[in-house]
């Protein structure tokens, strides 16, 4: 992969954690708003319940993506940026623009999601 195109996939990896954290920002503003309004101890509790386990679950995704940037980031360092993982192949430049953290092809990304 040519240096200006690692340059350009980095500086879209590196912006994307920022972009998570406003977005848990904002779940804390709304967790603090409906304290304070007293949702959380109204008579509806299963769907405060409910409320909570979704903000979890998208907190859990939020991490793995992280964890996703990082592994590309080191990997643009490393020189193995945009070559499948598992079978080493190319990973086509419309597959990575649209999510510049995957480090699997699509084959493998298949296999791996049907195992
Ligand atoms: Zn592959």
Do not use: W
Request: net charge negative; with cysteine.
């Amino acid at each position: 992969m040519k240096k200006e195109e690692l340059a350009r996939y980095r500086s879209v990896l590196e912006n994307q954690p920022a972009r998570l954290e406003s977005t848990n920002r904002e779940h804390e503003e709304l967790l603090d708003e409906s304290r304070t309004t007293g949702d959380f101890i109204g008579p509806d509790r299963a769907a405060d319940l409910e409320t909570l386990e979704v903000d979890a679950s998208v907190a859990e995704s939020e991490h793995r993506l992280a964890e996703k940037i990082r592994h590309a980031l080191d990997r643009i360092e490393s020189g193995e940026y945009g070559i499948c993982e598992a079978c080493g192949a190319e990973i086509p430049a419309a597959r990575l623009d649209a999510k510049p953290s995957v480090s699997l092809c699509i084959l493998c990304q298949e296999a791996h999601e049907a195992a």
